[in-house]
């Protein structure tokens, strides 16, 4: 079946431009995740929806950074203002939360600010 | 806090057996899981380990976890160029779900 999917695949973006990356999980996964990973940082985790429960937003870096998920399915992550720390690709992944609770992973956003 | 340790670089001739190690300092963890990640791509998952098994083989990848040393490693047996990789460890935040992430063991695969 189709995995995670993310658009789009590179963002180049001008510094104090706003940017929205997309993310379509599995069918069927109710949890989903955004992490970021960048050369100084390593994979960090940014926020993760479950359901209908409030998402955990404990990762994100700044107020700059929200993220919202419709319906239960696709997720947008938005950087406002960003900066040039922002570059970085932007993985998203869900899960099926049974047992083994794995997470699949999309290919990623990689992110330029110039 | 949780932290995820794992060795930055391994170099094996193709054809050996290659041992990429991790530690961990959850111990209540339950999984712990390997991803591999080739250039320009994103993370493939390998294989995972419940916490209370010691070892789990699939084809050419066996796991071995050493949970009273927190020590996790990931064994590719008879390796391959296309093996030619970065390696994450991960464990599960037991309270949110996170994955918790190593830096990465890039894998270089000599013909």
């Known amino acids: 079946g189709a995995g995670v999917s993310q658009s789009p695949s590179n963002k180049v973006t001008e510094k104090g431009k706003d940017v929205e990356l997309r993310c379509d999980p599995i069918?069927?996964?109710?949890?989903l995740y955004w992490y970021r990973q960048s050369l100084g940082q390593g994979l960090e985790f940014l926020i993760y929806?479950?359901?209908?429960?409030?998402?955990?937003k404990s990762g994100l870096p700044s107020d700059r950074f929200s993220a919202e998920r419709t319906g239960g399915s696709v997720s947008t992550l938005t950087i406002q203002r960003t900066q040039q720390e922002d570059s970085a690709v932007y993985l998203c992944?869900?899960?099926?939360?049974?047992?083994?609770?794995?997470?699949?992973f999309g290919p990623g956003t990689r992110l330029t600010v110039l | 806090g949780e932290d995820v340790e794992q060795s930055l670089f391994l170099s094996v001739r193709e054809g050996d057996s290659s041992v990429i190690n991790c530690t961990y300092t959850?111990?209540?963890?339950?999984?712990l899981y390997w991803y591999k990640q080739e250039p320009g791509a994103g993370l493939q998952l390998l294989t995972y380990?419940?916490?209370?098994?010691d070892m789990k083989q699939d084809q050419r990848l066996t796991v071995l976890l050493n949970k009273k040393d927190k020590h996790l490693s990931l064994r590719i047996a008879d390796t391959q160029t296309g093996d030619s990789a970065i390696y994450f460890c991960?464990?599960?935040?037991?309270?949110?779900?996170?994955?918790?992430f190593g830096q990465g063991t890039t894998l270089q695969v000599k013909p």
């Open positions: 992944a869900s899960s099926l939360m049974d047992s083994t609770d794995t997470q699949y």
């Open positions: 069918s069927g996964h109710t949890a």
């Open positions: 929806f479950q359901g209908n429960s409030a998402p955990d």
């Open positions: 959850d111990s209540s963890s339950t999984y």
């Open positions: 380990i419940f916490s209370n098994m």
């Open positions: 991960a464990e599960k935040d037991r309270n949110t779900g996170k994955l918790i």
